[in-house]
């Protein structure tokens, strides 16, 4: 079982949609919990950032973190097609690990 | 030039040949990263430095050689590489390292190579 599972997608909504992206994980030292937007040709960047179980928000973008289910997820409200990209999760343990273990991405299309 | 810059963007080179990669982050970081990411796989890393000192190797194939002058600077050295290295090299800064379970890695827009 792959540490971190993320559907690859391709996803296409239309502009306006709400969009629901997720992760699953195996690993239950995971602590620590990002995910980061990748446009073509760029670097990957830090979009959300949360720690343990709950929720963040942050503009149009909340971030969801159940611990006891493995499972995470990034919610885009009002999705633009200045949204269309591949977004990244990526755990890590705690302190004392340089490990970032990121899903493989899920290629986002939002259609004007 | 803020954040983390990566030379040169793109980089075709043979089998035979020995090029660096040049990564500098001007973020007043402690801790310098190399990822590889390939298509249809997750992000891998390969080597972390935190103070200049390496401190991580994952496992790397001898072909790549980092160097790490000053913490501002990190370097890939290639020699020897296969058709399967080709893919998105990218760098990444952090404050902390491992001091700190929140510490947040910032990437640079990464070097295409493509080994023939």
């Known amino acids: 079982q792959k540490e971190v599972e993320q559907d690859p997608g391709p996803l296409s909504v239309p502009e306006g949609a709400i969009v629901s992206l997720n992760c699953t994980y195996s690993?239950?030292?995971?602590?620590?919990f990002m995910w980061y937007r990748q446009y073509s040709r760029k670097g990957p960047e830090l979009l959300m950032y949360t720690y343990s179980s709950g929720n963040k928000e942050d503009g149009r973008f909340t971030a969801q973190v159940d611990k006891s289910s493995k499972y995470i997820s990034l919610f885009i409200r009002d999705s633009q097609p200045s949204d269309s990209a591949t977004y990244l999760c990526a755990m890590r343990s705690g302190a004392g690990s340089y490990q970032l273990t990121f899903g493989k991405g899920t290629k986002l299309s939002v259609i004007p | 030039e803020t954040g983390v810059t990566q030379t040169p963007r793109h980089l075709v080179m043979g089998m035979t040949n020995k090029k660096s990669l040049k990564c500098e982050q001007h973020?007043?970081?402690?801790?310098m990263y190399w990822y590889k990411q390939s298509a249809k796989k997750p992000l891998e890393l390969m080597f972390v430095?935190?103070?200049?000192?390496?401190?991580e190797n994952n496992s790397v194939p001898s072909r790549f050689s980092p160097e790490c002058p000053n913490s501002s600077h990190l370097f890939l050295h290639l020699h020897t590489l296969q058709p399967e290295d080709s893919a998105l090299y990218l760098c990444?800064?952090?404050?902390?390292?491992?001091?700190?379970?929140?510490?947040?890695?910032?990437f640079g827009p990464g070097t295409r190579l493509t080994v023939l």
């Open positions: 990444a800064s952090s404050l902390q390292g491992a001091m700190s379970g929140a510490d947040t890695q910032y």
């Open positions: 430095y935190n103070f200049k000192e390496q401190t």
């Open positions: 973020l007043g970081h402690n801790a």
């Open positions: 690993n239950s030292a995971f602590q620590y």
